[in-house]
């Protein structure tokens, strides 16, 4: 297995500076992601590009999976256009995006956007959660644009929470064609 889920003993430590290669790398595997976790093509030979989304509570993380363009667009079809309509609120109206993306032109190391919640600025050795969500292109390059983020688990708290029970269904049914026993109330963090 590629990527999944992690029991509560499986506790990763994020004390001292990680850099962006080990964020973003699977925690199971201690190497980066190979594989789309939805139709298991290797990424590298699938001409699309990529997105690792990593869920943490407190230092463990809890899920991580890669998930090709394709494959998440198809999953994010799914949801409903009001819960579609509370994502795109919580985007434009949250996030002073002008301003981020200013502070992050100034960052040398992009492993300092975890740093922070994109959207409240709760600092992350402050967030009882979080996840962290990044964008690789189609040769696996790391993008530099909105992405990579954190969101802080209160932000994506109130997000999910304004989701139609439709769209939680939608969620609900990746984790269990893809994970072994996640939590149930897993927040949905790679289908901003």
């Not at 001292?16 to 093509?41: S, V």
């Not at 993306?101 to 600092?123: G, S, W």
């Amino acid at each position: 297995m590629l990527s999944g889920f992690h029991p509560p003993d499986s506790l990763v430590s994020l004390g001292g500076m990680r850099n962006i290669d080990q964020w973003l790398a699977c925690e199971e595997l201690d190497e980066p992601f190979t594989h789309c976790i939805d139709c298991k093509l290797p990424l590298l030979e699938i001409s699309e590009p990529w997105l690792v989304n990593k869920e943490y509570f407190r230092d463990e993380c809890i899920l991580e999976y890669a998930i090709c363009k394709k494959c998440r667009d198809r999953t994010t079809d799914q949801l409903s256009e009001e819960s579609k309509e509370v994502v795109r609120q919580f985007l434009e109206q949250e996030i002073d995006w002008a301003k981020r993306m200013k502070e992050f032109m100034m960052q040398h190391d992009p492993a300092q956007r975890f740093q922070a919640c994109i959207a409240c600025r709760k600092k992350q050795e402050d967030c009882t959660g979080f996840s962290i969500s990044a964008l690789f292109d189609s040769e696996g390059h790391l993008q530099n644009g909105p992405l990579p983020l954190l969101v802080c688990s209160d932000c994506i708290g109130s997000i999910t929470g304004r989701l139609s029970e439709h769209s939680k269904g939608v969620w609900r049914r990746f984790l269990d064609g893809h994970f072994e026993g996640p939590p149930s109330d897993a927040s949905v963090p790679g289908f901003f």
